[in-house]
């Protein structure tokens, strides 16, 4: 029994460094910088990567839902586009309101998302085509709309959400604290957040139990609009102009975070508060890597390696347990 | 004389012996039938045959070469040939370039396709069966299908031939064409395995028969000389040894579930009554139609006609939901593909089909759905540690009861158990045994589908026999018998 007791011990040794390993790579990471660089370890320069990070952070958390699911959403970086482009035509072109502006887009975003969410579940297409052909019309939309030529002067108060204050912390990031709470609240704590993992585990399973499986599907993919449209309207803010080109490749750096992050690509197995450390980890290289003067192109590299190696382990770890 | 020989062949598994010490001879030209209930051992020994298992012992001699285990290869260049339930074809690809599929005739680097099907065209003709060397796969019927496996088959030299429930999936045509294609292989000098639960073409078809139970050989017999009566009971004649615990009587005359006429999914007229406090068994062979009852009742399959009353009132349920609010459970058949959430705690698993009635405002009640798991962690003794461990980590048996106390906290008033003691071991048999009797003995009611003979008869108060999606006998408990059962069980 003593030996059944001592293997059960390091079992949990062994969960728990797979569960929080994320946030040694990432002290490491900072430990690296520290040293290597003089400017990395200062409060303006750690603010300034939480701030970086805070898109893709917010956006992030509807993405990990969709993986949980089993799924992926590639359609994340083009609503961010297309959110950018009419929020800032209605606001420009039309003179709307900011925040009724701000309501309008939001809702489309969450739309699309919907709309994903219903091909997927209903014509049981794969998640990566819906959501590429989604992709492909959501840019062509935001071009039609643009014309290409770039939007800009939006009113000043619109520009608080991306660059104001809450006392020494940027909005942005008060933004993207609040929604990984939410995110990490909906897994944690409602039924449906638990119907995500039944779901993305076993999916015959979740439907015997009487889970409404196609229901679930649609609110994943909504959230997913949604959050990715709430960090469409944070980087407009942030850029205080309206690009076609904004979002692209958005959607890479999201599935990057949230793999690094430990949700696994095959579905059903993630938490939100390791998400955070993915999407701190990118933020950290970005800017470390900016600091020491690597190229735009070896960052790629670097980036492309760190992903194939999230990846690695998770496929390692799941061929393990089954 | 002897072309295959299998020598005290004997397959252990953990837990289970398959095949024990099994010895059989195999003459050149004959139709052997192999028989048995379900889980007898003869897929294993097929497999053994065919090298995709090794035998723990004995040895195969084919035509006086011996062997002590095969392998694909070794069993397809001495003359095996396998025509399985599910078929090896390319659909997209033609007859011809099927049946020489991974050999294909070539004129310099160019496949030959005139020559393929020339040649295919020889064994059809030589069997007389009208197909289009050309035509493609897709574009044919299961029962063509087939023959062109068997066409494949013979171009590599099959001289033994092993047919796995060949005509089950064949319509009676297509069997009649089937049965003139064996007469003729066996004419030619092939020797035919024939495994098949049909009596009837097993005695029109084979000249002796090999009865198998519990991985034993009982006896081979010459067809000529045995009836179908003789044979059911070789197959069943086993004393029942388990016991099964004692339960009150508790069958009310209350009527809790009249299913009238259901069909759909496959199976067709379906009607019996189940009362409160029964336990009712559904016995029958793989395919029968058993499981897809069960999904019709649960919502879980499209219901084409019948009425399902329960409580006296009408219930059609169109989903899973429907039916557990309506008081249906259902402990599915394969557990890890439709029960288990393996990533997931006991905890979640066990709470999973009535999250939404222990939360409030969108969040889980965690206190009422820890209450619920160590409740039923005590009260139907999980081996854990904790209710925070992940299932994956338990025994099957243990699992097995997590999926129960999922659908024992949706209090059900029927509960449908889908093979509930599958390969798990005998405490927890008996463990599960009691909860049934504990659940029957409380008022609710329970339909027990399983192919363990002993056990359906064990724990039944009643037994519906069903085959080829029908019901076809019904019997009271004083009625019970295996090979009144098994009779039923492999009608045509």
């Known amino acids: ?322 | 004389m002897n072309i295959l020989e299998l020598k005290n062949i004997t397959k252990k598994y953990p837990g289970v012996i398959a095949l024990n010490d099994v010895s059989i001879e195999f003459v050149k030209g004959e139709a052997h039938a192999l028989v048995g209930e379900n889980g007898a051992g003869k897929s294993t020994l097929i497999k053994s045959c065919t090298g995709a298992v090794m035998p723990n012992s004995g040895k195969i001699v084919i035509e006086g070469e011996e062997f002590t285990s095969l392998t694909p290869q070794l069993s397809e260049s001495h003359g095996i040939g396998v025509i399985y339930q599910e078929f090896n074809l390319v659909g997209e690809l033609s007859v011809a370039e099927n049946i020489f599929l991974g050999r294909a005739i070539r004129k310099g680097l160019v496949v030959d396709k005139k020559a393929m099907a020339r040649e295919a065209a020889k064994i059809f003709e030589q069997f007389n069966i009208d197909i289009d060397p050309n035509a493609l796969v897709s574009s044919l019927t299961v029962g063509y299908q087939q023959l062109v496996e068997i066409a494949k088959a013979l171009s590599q030299k099959a001289r033994i031939l092993i047919m796995d429930e060949p005509s089950a999936p064949l319509t009676s045509a297509e069997a009649e064409r089937l049965y003139e294609v064996v007469e003729k292989l066996k004419a030619s000098g092939v020797t035919i395995i024939y495994i098949s639960h049909r009596m009837e073409e097993i005695f029109r078809l084979t000249e002796r028969i090999t009865v198998l139970r519990d991985g034993q050989k009982i006896d081979t017999v010459k067809t000529s000389e045995t009836n179908m009566n003789d044979l059911v009971k070789l197959m069943v004649g086993r004393e029942l040894k388990e016991t099964y615990p004692q339960r009150k009587a508790c069958i009310s005359d209350e009527v809790l579930l009249d299913v009238k006429n259901l069909s759909g999914n496959g199976v067709s007229d379906i009607s019996f009554h189940i009362r409160k406090g029964e336990v009712l068994g559904f016995a029958g062979l793989i395919g029968a139609g058993r499981t897809e009852t069960a999904e019709l009742l649960f919502g879980a399959a499209k219901r084409t006609e019948g009425t399902v009353l329960l409580n006296g009132k009408e219930v059609s349920p169109k989903t899973p939901r429907e039916a557990i609010d309506s008081g249906i459970a259902l402990v599915p058949e394969d557990r890890k593909g439709k029960g288990a959430l393996m990533d997931m705690t006991i905890r979640s698993n066990t709470s999973m089909a009535v999250l939404e009635r222990i939360s409030k405002c969108f969040v889980i009640d965690a206190k009422e759905e820890r209450r619920l798991a160590e409740e039923y962690k005590q009260s139907i003794r999980i081996k854990t540690p904790s209710v925070e461990q992940k299932i994956k980590n338990l025994s099957g048996g243990n699992q097995q009861k997590v999926i129960i106390a999922r659908w024992l906290a949706s209090e059900p008033e029927l509960v449908i158990f889908d093979e509930p003691t599958r390969g798990i071991d005998v405490g927890a048999k008996s463990e599960i045994y009691t909860l049934v009797n504990a659940l029957v003995e409380d008022g609710k009611s329970v339909l027990m589908i399983s192919s363990e003979m002993e056990e359906v008869m064990g724990m039944s108060d009643r037994i519906v026999v069903l085959c080829d999606g029908k019901i076809s006998g019904s019997l009271d408990r004083k009625d019970f018998n295996q090979e009144t059962i098994m009779n039923f069980a492999s009608q045509k």
């Open chain 1, 1 to 322: 029994m003593g030996h059944l007791e001592n293997l059960k011990g390091t079992a949990n040794a062994v969960d728990f460094a797979k569960r929080n390993g994320i946030y040694v790579v990432l002290l490491v990471l900072i430990g690296f910088f520290s040293f290597a660089t003089e400017n990395f370890l200062v409060s303006n320069n750690l603010m300034n990567v939480a701030r970086q990070v805070s898109m893709l952070g917010i956006a992030s958390v509807g993405f990990a839902f969709v993986l949980l699911l089993g799924g992926i959403d590639l359609s994340v970086g083009s609503v961010i586009t297309l959110v950018n482009v009419v929020c800032g035509w209605f606001m420009v072109n039309q003179g709307m309101n900011p925040v009724l502006a701000i309501v309008l887009t939001v809702a489309m975003a969450t739309l699309i998302g919907f709309a994903n969410g219903w091909i997927i579940a209903n014509i049981q297409m794969p998640p990566l085509i819906v959501t590429l052909a989604m992709m492909i019309i959501i840019e062509g939309v935001a071009f039609l709309i643009s014309k290409g030529v770039p939007i800009y002067g939006f009113p000043e108060s619109f520009a608080v959400i991306g660059q104001g204050y809450l006392g020494p912390i940027p909005i942005p990031v008060v933004i993207m604290a609040v929604i990984m709470g939410i995110g990490a609240f909906i897994l944690n704590k409602t039924y449906f957040g638990r119907y995500f993992y039944a779901v993305g585990g076993n999916e015959e399973a979740a439907k015997l139990s009487g889970i409404k499986v196609k229901n679930v599907k649609y609110l994943v993919y909504s959230l997913s609009g949604l959050f990715a449209g709430i960090a469409g309207i944070v980087i407009l803010s942030r850029t205080n102009s309206a690009t076609s080109n904004v979002g692209e490749g958005f959607e890479l750096e999201i599935l990057t975070a949230c793999v690094l992050g430990g949700i696994s690509v095959t579905g059903g197995v993630g938490r939100i508060s390791n998400v955070v450390a993915g999407v701190l980890i990118l933020g950290v290289l970005s800017n470390g890597m900016v600091l020491l003067n690597v190229t735009e192109f070896t960052q790629m590299v670097i980036k492309g390696t760190v992903l194939l190696i999230a990846v690695a382990f998770d496929c390692m770890q799941h061929r393990k347990t089954s």
